[in-house]
């Protein structure tokens, strides 16, 4: 299935039809009916001469549900206590919505072919990436960027289009604007280093909670609160988390540690589907094997 954004153009109305002490909660519940919708998402919105005027209240459809629906959608109508249908009544709209009055046949070769497209496209986009450093320190110059270019050469060779993100200085509200830039922009997967670690200054995991507040967050390393520089946090975590159809996957920064995430990210990508938290679990999990011990050194 493939779900079409209706972009605002939401109307749908019929017109040539007559009414008399109609039931105008019946005419919606027929309507929803035949264009596969729930009761709550389509609505009557105005009366007028021989006009009726709906509203789909969802944002996305299924175009199979309403491509050539206009004869059924009709009959189903008249058949309705208190409505006739004029022989040449009409069902108009805009956009994804006109796709109900067209030629059944066209439209269903039409549709094959779009889903088609979209499906590839969809799968073009799940390939691009956008990596970006995160730490003040990287911002203003003082420390070079080591990280991004090895994504960049892993993620490549794993068939990935990678381009490179400017550093992001340590701030929640900076790094999730950023994030969600670029998910509004269709990348299909966002990276970033740094800024995962256990003091109040690092910040990526509380952008990623910003824009993903459901975002899979385990630790990698945990230490004693109170203790030493552990003030705020007792823990290094990584993230996974998700922004429309982006994937948004938050790593240490170490460049050593960054790659052996990197590998796990592209070994679960590429296998069986999995949910955010369990790609998570995969990625810290081969961190901790490499950082066991960190914390009683800390």
């Known amino acids: 299935m493939v779900e079409y954004d209706l972009r605002g153009k939401t109307e749908l109305s019929i017109s040539g039809i007559l009414l008399q002490n109609a039931d105008l909660v019946e005419i919606a519940d027929t309507v929803a009916g035949v264009l596969g919708l729930d009761r709550n998402e389509l609505l009557v919105t105005d009366v007028l001469g021989e006009n009726l005027v709906l509203d789909i209240l969802k944002r996305g459809l299924d175009a199979n549900d309403i491509v050539g629906k206009e004869k059924e959608l009709l009959d189903s109508v008249s058949a309705l206590e208190g409505v006739e249908i004029r022989d040449d009544a009409r069902v108009e709209s805009r956009g994804l919505l006109s796709w109900v009055s067209v030629n059944p046949e066209f439209a269903k070769e039409a549709l094959a072919n779009s889903e088609k497209m979209a499906k590839e496209l969809q799968e073009r986009l799940a390939k691009t990436v956008v990596v970006f450093p995160t730490g003040t320190e990287l911002a203003n110059g003082q420390v070079k960027d080591t990280n991004s270019p090895a994504i960049h050469d892993k993620l490549t060779a794993a068939g990935y289009s990678v381009s490179l993100g400017p550093p992001l200085k340590d701030d929640e509200y900076h790094i999730s604007a950023n994030l969600r830039e670029r998910a509004e922009e269709g990348f299909g997967l966002v990276v970033t280093t740094g800024g995962v670690g256990a003091e109040d200054k690092d910040r990526t995991i509380e ?63 590429s296998g069986p589907a999995l949910s955010n938290a369990e790609l998570a679990e995969k990625i810290a999990s081969v961190l901790r094997r490499k950082l066991h011990g960190k914390a009683q050194h800390s």
């Open 207 to 269: 952008a990623v909670l910003i824009v993903d507040p459901e975002a899979a967050t385990p630790p990698i390393v945990k230490y004693e609160l109170g203790v030493g520089r552990h003030v705020h946090k007792n823990s290094v975590r990584i993230a996974v988390g998700q922004l429309f159809d982006t994937l948004i996957v938050s790593l240490p920064g170490p460049t050593g540690e960054v790659l052996l995430g990197i590998s796990a990210l592209v070994e679960g990508l």
